[in-house]
């Protein structure tokens, strides 16, 4: 029911007490809590760090009336940064939030809270990066108690920090309240660290046991416009018109992609692998005419046909911003685990101390993972390939790599 005057909602819960639920951005309406087992003191003990122990953004005096900024990086955006900066935007303190995408360290350090770039994690200025060398925290490491060993990105340390903030306003009630404790729980491990465990380069599986769940596919997100097993209606006719509109705009979102962004990348490939020996004469680098193109399956097709036969191990090409990449090619297509990646040593670095590191001058950054980096120019990044082939303790068979 609603109270006009106030605004605020009202949804029953398994207990005869009804719980305010305000929803300041016009929540979809929530369809009622599931009924939940008591919760052992493990369970529901917060996290050590949380969002009490998080400094409130404070406003210059000249700018009291100024909206918040949220800074994150520019260029190809990701689903963690996305998910971070949705989440904050859920909260009343940064729901007109103005995001900043910017890689600018001048334009970054005025932003009140920073996620996903600056290569920093310190949770009293509201720095959360993950991709500096440093950086190893998983939920488990933050939250003693918890079982969670993925290494988190800027979606997990926005939810570690914020979540139970946040899952309290959603859901009307008081951050102690247990429901918001297993609810924390059961929303990390079955959807935010998914997101964590992808932006990381985690394979989900290893030795047979998964490391994560991997609950957002097509078929679970159908799954989920069903009636729940308590809701009053089971009608499912509503719900199946939802999930025809849903899979039909996937369907053709995924044909128009294949039309007019993967089939045109096959040429790009075709001739970028013709080149590969003006490139270096290794023939194990190949350059694309432009980056951002979908390479990965037409290489994988393309290079078994190769005279004489070998594995190519990087792509370089320039991103959106005109700067140079120097790309590890996957074991396999869907793989986190590349060919040959990046030196270990250089990994996590960027600008002067990766310079430093890697006696490449010019260097910008290298990925925790090592499955990419970026110089200021094409040189610096055959540079940057050149001298990982030479750090191979042994040639690896081209026809064992090849696929």
Known sequence: MRNRKSGWNFFRVSSPARRKVRHPMSLPRLRGLLVLLPCSPLQVRRCMISSESVLTPKRPRSNVMAPPRIGTHNGTFHCDEALACALLRLLPEYQNAEIVRTRDPEKLSSCDIVVDVGGEYDPQRHRYDHHQRSFTETMSSLCPGKPWQTKLSSAGLVYLHFGHKLLAQLLGTSEEDSVVGTLYDKMYENFVEEVDAVDNGISQWEEGEPRYAVTTTLSARVARLNP?????????????????????????????????????????????????????????????????????????????????????????????????????????????????????????????????????????????????????????????ARATLAQRQMPVSATNSLL
């Open 228 to 384: 729940t097993w308590n809701q009053p209606s089971q009608d499912t006719e509503t719900g199946f018109r939802h999930a025809m509109n849903l899979v039909q705009e996937e369907f053709l979102q995924r044909l128009d992609f294949y039309q007019h962004s993967w089939l045109p990348a096959q040429a790009l490939v075709e001739e970028a692998l013709a080149q590969r020996f003006q490139v270096d004469p290794s023939g194990e680098i190949v350059e694309l005419a432009k980056g951002g193109c979908p390479w990965k399956e037409h290489l994988y097709h393309l290079e078994s046909g190769l005279a004489p036969p070998v594995a190519i191990n990087f792509v370089i090409y320039t991103d959106q911003a005109g700067q140079w990449r120097v790309q590890c090619v996957p074991k396999e297509p869907h793989s986190f685990q590349s060919r040959l990646p990046l030196p270990e040593a250089w990994r996590g670095l960027r600008d002067e101390a990766l310079d430093q590191v890697s006696g490449i001058p010019g260097c910008i950054f290298v990925h925790a993972s090592g499955f990419i980096g970026g110089h200021h120019t094409r040189e610096g990044v055959l540079s940057m």
